[in-house]
């Protein structure tokens, strides 16, 4: 995009959010790479959407839907909001509780309480798992899976998966995909870094 726009995305920093013009359109620029690569979110009015589409598509820039962004996003580690957190998920059950800050403010009592939950990286062999598949270890449902995909990047399948706090240091899972369980091997995450 960079001979396309007049703002220096070279420059750019991670994380950050800036405005320009990109091919005759005001946008903002967002530097933040939510599918795990070093990339950029550009943010445009709603009516002039389509016709930034195209003028993108006409330069040869490849489409990728949703699908795509969430096996990159399940693939970096990335949350998202309502499988990995929310209003009803510990923000402790997470891998970003460094972001719940160390200081007084309002509700800081309940975060002091233990997570009963804690999110999990799981690799299966070769059946792909999808959210609210249950998780077990013996006969006991210790879990769901929040997330889960084949992943092209590493071939084989992967998953986030909240389960009971006491379970999720154990290292072998089973998760029921139709009726039958199958293997899962606990995992660190992110499941690939760049």
Request: zero cysteines.
């Amino acid at each position: 995009m960079d001979p396309h726009t007049d703002a220096d995305l070279i420059a750019a920093k991670r994380n950050s959010f800036f405005a320009g013009r990109l091919l005759d359109h005001d946008v903002f620029f967002a530097r933040t790479g939510y599918t795990g690569e070093d990339g950029f979110e550009v943010f445009v009015k709603a009516d002039e959407g389509e016709a930034l589409w195209d003028a993108l598509v006409t330069l040869g820039i490849t489409p990728a839907g949703l699908g795509a962004r969430d096996t990159l996003r399940l693939e970096a580690g990335f949350p998202l909001y309502g499988h990995e957190f929310g209003d009803n998920i510990h923000p402790l059950s997470s891998t970003y509780s460094w972001v719940v800050k160390d200081k007084p403010y309002l509700g800081r009592a309940k975060m002091d309480e233990a997570p009963r939950q804690k999110l999990i990286g799981l690799k299966l062999d070769k059946i792909p798992v999808r959210e609210g598949y249950l998780v077990y270890q013996g006969a006991e449902n210790v879990g769901q899976v929040t997330s889960g995909s084949t992943s092209p990047t590493l071939g084989h399948p992967i998953a986030m998966a909240l389960v009971d706090a006491n379970a999720a240091d154990s290292e072998q899972f089973e998760v029921e995909v139709r009726g039958k369980r199958h293997p899962a091997e606990r995992v660190e995450i992110p499941f690939y870094k760049k």
